[in-house]
């Protein structure tokens, strides 16, 4: 048997290891947390740590080692866990170890080790492990026939969703909920794109998860939805696995219903930059970036959300938008509101923690003060018009009454060393690291230790001093260290009474114990535990108590959140002086002055009008054209925004607005680059359009970049023009979009009334080209490609022989033109 060549203390390491496969085992060993094997490799890679070795304790070779001393977890966890991998940390169990001597150990027994808490990217809590600006999402993917069940929780919110896709539509959620983990079962294999590059976690089968969520969830309805329901309860499982005696509470899942959102597929929610930059994937330079004026964490993963589901609802969208019409008119309003916001700070979290018992000191003091900030609130917006506004401060029943117990129970701040949040690996349950966290009068138990502590520490004293008066000994100290305890200390040489107990001593100081002090040193350690254990329950009563204001807790945080989110975007209105747009359900988009809601914040910006509408005699599909660099690409993208905008519930940049509701925004650009996914850019740019034409319906807005640069020019000129025609001929309709450099397609407009030509004007001075970034009826006749290319700094010569070549085919192209405007069919 290949475990007997190894000691016991490596056979048991290597036990824990078998009953947790796939995780990374913490093994503590006294004050160092260590990793050994394979895994040890890995470790030591990962957090830069020295790959070592440790004697097998058997007949077995060396085995590699690497660790971290305890103190340091807090430190080394959170590495782990964001490059994917799930950690167990284990600990020595306190009680003194009984089996046989054990060559691994140090002699004697071995103590026993267990697994306190498997911590894994999907599912931590603790606040210094998760990242503020934005959720961390758990997700389970079950495929069952031609569906894909998708749920998804945010363990530290507890928000648990749940619904039934298409594979488009998963792509979609899975972009915008971009998981910390995703859960898959080893009896349905997921489709490989929905998880390339994502952080996979494969469980057990999946045949149980649907009981398993009705028996924790009794009142859960996904009835009708055996995919969504079977993924739920493989979350549900999962949790139970991994969190043991901790198991967060969380909402009952409710059926996220992707028609109560716009849809944004995966790529037009990258390409719009949303969240963060397509390219360097950054917040700054993003819509998110620039419209964050939030004062909460709760409140910015709020913003966050709403950015990637915009409404589809016009009444819902009415409601936001008269919130921040109230707080964009009202300065005073918005600066008191921000300032109690900013008091509450991240209730939503704290809630979740409170929920699942791990409040910490900290956590428990602020849930009582966030019930104090209620009064406040409702005084401050006592006059609003809003419901909503008016409604944040009402008084919270639950919360009041725990504030009220914390508040006699609880210290006002941490004295001595303040107890951060729950610790991390721990098993919770301390009492943190302050000295006196409850006040004597929380129990009479607690009242009675904390008199005999108090008692104890005078006669200590009072000791000294009478010591102190006897002659000879006007220097004696009484110190402490961890290994001799309490010790009186006098210079060497001292004469000593005769019952003092030599203890030691250094080069200028002798050390001795009393009868006296040993009996106080007793009293004194009895006292002291005392009071830890008294302070161990009320810890543990409050606890509870918060677990049962938490639910109210979680409702204000999500009430404070939203408020913060509507106060963010009426700030950035009232800044930048945006308007309110109308949104209806009609077929039109009309913008006059629209800027571009992030680069009108970089400099001077030109602002232009848009029109489009849907299922239109005229203005269905717009064909820009123009050079490069002339202002394309973002009035295409500054109309697609301002869209999303309106149906966020935001103001928008311009100086008015007429939205006809989208029921989705679709943009593709031409010839991006894929390199890491292996497709060629041409394979991308067809495969994306297809699936734009596939989704959209007559109420979708369409923004087709440059579409068909990917290929040859004539591929790619009669691509854009018979995708442009389809969309305006076509069996769906939408709102469109189409930028080329092919002014050919110019002729489709001479055809069909739906399209309109525009086109971002050029001015050609003696010294060259400039662009005024206007965008204005009509075509570019040519695309002024040598005049950027001067611009970019092109040798003189090759300019100039470029110039030759276009004079050359310039007439071809005209041609081409002519003949296109003939093939075409008119009608529809
Ligand atoms: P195109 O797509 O036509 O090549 P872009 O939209 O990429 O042009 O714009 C080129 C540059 O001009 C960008 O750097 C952008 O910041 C700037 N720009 C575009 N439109 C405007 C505008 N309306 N006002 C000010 N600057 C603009
Ligand atoms: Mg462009």
């Not at 996904?222 to 499982?237: D, F, H, K, N, R």
């Not at 949790?239 to 969380?250: D, F, M, N, S, Y």
């Not at 950054?282 to 819509?287: H, P, Q, T, V, Y």
Request: charged share 25%; with cysteine; hydrophobic share 40%.
């Amino acid at each position: 048997m290949r475990r007997a060549q190894y000691g016991e203390l490596v056979n048991q390491y290597l036990e824990l290891r078998d009953d947790h496969p796939g995780v990374i085992i913490l093994f503590r060993v006294g004050s160092f947390y260590e990793v050994w094997f394979e895994d040890a490799e890995l470790v030591a890679r990962e957090l830069g740590l020295k790959l070592t070795e440790r004697p097998s304790g058997g007949s077995a070779p060396p085995v590699s080692q690497c660790g971290f001393a305890h103190h340091a977890l807090d430190t080394f966890l959170p590495r782990l866990l964001s490059r994917g991998y799930r950690v167990a940390v284990c600990e020595e169990s306190e009680e003194e170890p009984t089996g046989p001597a054990g060559s691994g150990g140090t002699g004697g027994g071995i103590r026993q080790r267990d697994v306190v808490r498997t911590l894994t990217p999907g599912t931590v809590t603790d606040p210094r492990l998760l990242r503020e600006d934005r959720p961390t999402y758990l997700v389970a993917i079950a495929p069952l026939d031609d569906r894909l069940g998708l749920a998804w929780t945010d363990v530290a919110a507890g928000e648990f969703k749940a619904a039934e896709l298409d594979s488009d539509e998963a792509a979609a959620e899975l972009q915008r909920l971009e998981p910390a983990e995703v859960i898959v079962s080893v009896d349905r294999p997921v489709p490989e794109e929905l998880i390339a590059r994502r952080p996979v976690t494969p469980v057990g089968p999946s045949e149980n998860a649907a009981s398993q969520l009705q028996r924790a969830f009794p009142e859960a309805d996904l009835s009708g939805l055996p995919a969504a329901e079977i993924a739920a309860g493989l979350i549900v499982g999962y949790l139970e696995e991994t969190q043991g005696a901790e198991v967060p509470v969380l909402d009952a899942p409710s059926l996220a219903t992707p028609d109560e959102v716009m849809r944004l597929d995966a790529v037009t929610q990258r390409h719009l930059e949303l969240v963060e930059t397509e390219r360097t994937r950054e917040r700054a330079g993003s819509l998110l970036g620039t419209l964050d004026r939030t004062v909460t964490p709760m409140g910015r993963r709020m913003l966050r959300s709403w950015l990637l589901r915009p409404l589809v609802n016009p009444r819902t969208i009415t409601v936001r938008q008269q919130i921040v019409a109230e707080l964009v008119a009202d300065a005073g309003l918005r600066a008191g509101l921000a300032d109690r916001l900013a008091a509450v700070a991240d209730l939503e979290r704290l809630a979740g923690r409170a929920s699942a018992r791990r409040a910490s000191l900290d956590d428990l003091r602020a849930l009582g003060e966030a019930a104090s900030a209620l009064p406040e609130l409702a005084r401050i917006t006592e006059g609003c018009a809003s419901p909503f506004l008016r409604a944040l401060g009402r008084p919270r029943p639950a919360l009041a009454e725990f504030a009220e117990r914390a508040g006699a129970a609880l210290t006002p701040t941490g004295g001595g060393t303040r107890g951060g949040a729950s610790r991390s690996g721990g098993t919770g349950g301390q009492a943190g690291q302050e000295e006196r966290p409850f006040r004597a009068s929380a129990s009479p138990d607690l009242a009675e230790a904390l008199t005999r502590l108090d008692r104890a520490r005078a006669w200590q004293g009072s000791y000294v001093e009478r010591l102190r008066r006897q002659p000879g000994l006007s220097r004696v100290k009484l110190e402490q260290n961890s290994t001799q305890g309490l010790f009186l200390e006098v210079p060497v040489n001292t004469r000593v009474p005769t019952d003092w107990i030599r203890r030691g001593g250094l080069q200028k100081v002798e050390r001795y114990s009393t009868p006296a002090l040993d009996e106080h040193a007793q009293e004194l350690a009895e006292a002291e535990a005392e009071v830890a254990a008294e302070a161990r329950v009320l810890l543990t009563e409050l606890r509870g108590a918060a677990a049962e204001a938490a639910g109210a807790a979680r409702d204000l945080a999500r009430h404070l959140a939203a408020a913060d989110a509507l106060l963010s975007l009426a700030v950035v209105a009232a800044e930048r002086g945006w308007v309110q747009p109308t949104v209806d359900t009609g077929d039109a988009i009309e913008i006059a002055g629209g800027r571009h809601p992030v680069v009108e914040a970089l400099g001077p910006f030109q602002p232009n009008d848009a029109r489009l509408a849907a299922r239109g005699e005229r203005d269905q599909l717009v064909i820009l054209t123009g050079p490069n660099m002339a202002g394309k690409s973002t009035w295409m993208r500054q109309v697609a925004l301002i869209v999303l905008l309106a149906q966020a519930g935001s103001f928008v940049p311009a100086t008015s607005a007429r939205i006809g509701l989208a029921d989705g925004i679709f943009t593709r650009i031409g010839a991006v680059d894929d390199l890491a996914g292996g497709r060629s850019t041409f394979m991308i740019e067809m495969e994306e359009t297809a699936s734009v034409l596939r989704a959209a319906s007559d109420r979708s807005l369409i923004v087709l970049d440059e579409i068909g640069r990917g290929t040859s020019t004539h591929d790619g000129m009669a691509i854009a023009w018979a995708v442009a025609e389809y969309l305006a001929t076509g069996p769906v309709r939408p709102r469109a979009v189409v930028a080329t450099h092919y002014h050919e397609l110019a002729a489709l407009a001479e055809v069909h009334p739906q399209v309109t030509l525009l086109r971002a004007t050029v001015e050609e001075r003696p010294e060259g080209v400039t662009f005024p970034h206007r965008v204005e009826a009509g075509a570019a006749d040519r695309s002024f490609g040598i005049e950027v290319a001067r611009l970019a700094g092109l040798p003189a010569a090759l300019l100039e022989r470029a110039r030759q070549v276009a004079d050359a085919v310039e007439p071809l192209s005209a041609e081409v033109g002519r003949r296109l405007g003939r093939a075409t069919r008119p009608g529809s």
